[in-house]
């Protein structure tokens, strides 16, 4: 894994993503805090094989860090992107992006990326290699959801309008296999996207998804509302 440390992507507390590669193809390099890294997360991302779940290119671990190389879905072309071609840094192209900044509205093409994600949440939920019962995200967004923009046939990027799109979904350090026994999850997931269940501290199972995955659904077909109104606690 190689990555540029001047080409920062994203940062948080814990995590920093940076442009990067993996044995010479581009990618995205997530660099975290190796006890911040939920198990879970670690044994998902290493098994998991899904046109519509991001895919990891490759991990590695030293110094207190945990690295790991995933394909690239951002705004713009990730070969660019890490040759120094391009001098302003790309932004992740999440479902927000896709609805908000780009403002897609054409029902055909949301409706394939809706169901691309429902896709990749039935996947991820019928995991058997992971738990009998499958796994719970617990933290479906719009930020979660990654759009890729796919290349045409010459090469070139398709318009979101010509319905070149690829979900991938993304981030699973809330996830967790559930079993008989499955845990309470207060303070879990993002306000304004957890189920009721989720809210008040109940258990919670495949449902919780569901009920957040509508809540995306309709922030496709709404142009990027919430079914509930601004207040991210209503």
């Not at 660099?31 to 879970?40: K, L």
């Not at 713009?76 to 896709?98: K, S, Y």
């Not at 923009?149 to 398709?158: C, D, E, F, T």
């Not at 258990?203 to 991210?232: I, K, N, Q, W």
């Amino acid at each position: 894994i190689e990555y540029d440390p001047e080409q920062v992507l994203y940062s948080s507390s814990t995590t920093v993503v940076f442009c990067g590669r993996f044995d010479r193809t581009p990618a995205v390099v997530k660099r975290v805090v190796a006890n911040a890294v939920s198990s879970v997360e670690r044994q998902l991302l290493l098994q998991v094989t899904h046109a519509n779940v991001v895919r990891l290119f490759g991990s590695e671990e030293g110094q207190g860090w945990w690295y790991v190389a995933l394909e690239p879905c951002l705004d713009r072309d990730a070969a660019d992107m890490c040759t120094g071609t391009t001098t302003n840094m790309p932004l992740p192209r999440t479902l927000e992006h896709v609805v908000v900044v780009e403002g897609l509205r054409d029902v055909t093409h949301l409706r394939k990326i809706m169901q691309e994600m429902a896709n990749g949440l039935a996947y991820l939920h019928g995991h058997h290699d992971m738990a009998k019962r499958g796994l719970t995200h617990r933290d479906r967004k719009p930020q979660n959801v990654l759009v890729k923009q796919l290349r045409g046939a010459r090469g070139g990027r398709r318009r979101s309008s010509a319905g070149g799109n690829q979900v991938k979904l993304a981030d699973f350090g809330s996830a967790k296999v559930h079993d008989r026994t499955m845990a309470t999850t207060r303070g879990v997931g993002t306000d304004g996207w957890q189920s009721p269940e989720a809210i008040r501290g109940e258990e919670t199972g495949p449902a919780a998804d569901v009920f957040s995955m509508g809540l995306l659904f309709f922030y496709c077909l709404t142009g990027g509302r919430h079914v509930f109104g601004e207040d991210p606690m209503k």
